[in-house]
């Protein structure tokens, strides 16, 4: 099953996990002490290139049978929205910009571009994500109940045809966040998903008219002649944010080493287990301050899950107290490339269509779900391992954990492919017979361990 003991898992005990918890909350102290103009001067910049992409890209498009004209404008507005819905609208409803107590750039007024109402997002992503993240039966953002993320997920017929609905949610992002956060919605009222005059579904029909009625028919009428090409610009300009948003979410929530986690966890959690919870149930995108600008710094996601309030922009300097914390707590801080982010997170999810009969590991012990229990088959458990190396001086915690049951796996394919090749009646030397952890084994290379998706 998913984490159900996070100190065990972690290797740490109570008190280092409090020690961890005042660490964080220093950051955050530091950050929200010294936030000031020049965050200030970031966010209106932001604003202004975002407005001015758009304005330019609709006079653009006023050209566009024209195929160069339609083709910068079509660029020129799919960045727009990238940067409206990840470092504009997703930020400034997290209350990032509340302390600058301007009404334009507020939680509570910000309506971002995409078909589902603010309102329904703030409750289903700020409260539920943010409050139960990877909680499996809690958080409804392990797959968007849409897709099987994790084994203790019961595999069903229709999980089969996942690699189908995933590429079809991904080209309709907007769409399946809109109605997972309506049904989110629905239940926090109380109301019956059929009661079609309900609060919930009104709000939800009059974005979708402003929406569809902006994209689809204001704007190309605005074109003349040309209204046929300015649709087609929209409707690509909507799939490419959509399929970039997509991508990003699903890269900092679901690549090997995202930790999923039990109720029983959650039910006497702490303020610092909260903070452990996050750090090792996201994931970060490599990447310099373009990219970190075109995720809406949710490259950062561990940062931004420690601190979802605290300014966007603040994260690259966050990240490298955290990683520091992370190296001196020995916990993975779990980060990769865009690509390999992803080819981990879809190789997860065309595994997990299938039945688990057919998959090799458990939920104790899968690169994409595990729990505490896969350090007890070595006799790896708490007491054990919270120990000082006699050498470096260094705590030996979950990463040094992590390390020597990869080193262990490695020692074991290398002495099962020995002994296939071994000549019949040669008998087998006793020290190659158990392969298990040593206290003392060497780390594998850097590469192959950046990330816990090595390790499973």
Known sequence: MAITDINEFAHLTADDIDALGRELDEIRRDVEESRGIRDARYIRRVIGLQRALELGARAVLFGSRRRPAWAVGTAMLSLAKIIENMELGHNVMHGQWDWMNDPEIHSTTWEWDQTGPSEHWKRAHNYAHHTFTNIVGMDDDVGFGILRMTRDEEWRPINLLQPIANVILAATFEWGIALHDLEAQQKREGVDPMQWNSAPNKQFAV????????????????????????????????????????????????????????????????RGQWYLRQMLGSANIDGGPIMGFLTGNLSYQIEHHLFPDLPSNRYSEIAERVRALCTRYDLPYTTGPLTRQYLLTLRTIHKLALPDRFLERTSDDAPETSSERKFHTNGSRIAGALRIDATTGRRRGLLSALRAQAEARVEARRFMRGRRRKPAGLPIPRASRTVGTVPGAPSLPRRSLRTQATTG
């Open 207 to 270: 974005k979708i008219v402003r929406q569809v009625g902006k994209d689809f028919v204001l704007f190309p009428a605005l074109t003349g002649r040309a209204w046929k090409h300015t649709l087609t610009a929209n409707a690509t300009a909507n799939l490419v944010r959509n399929l970039w948003a997509y991508a990003v979410i699903f890269c900092g929530h679901f690549p090997d080493g995202a930790e999923k986690f039990t109720a029983e966890q959650f039910e006497t959690e702490t």
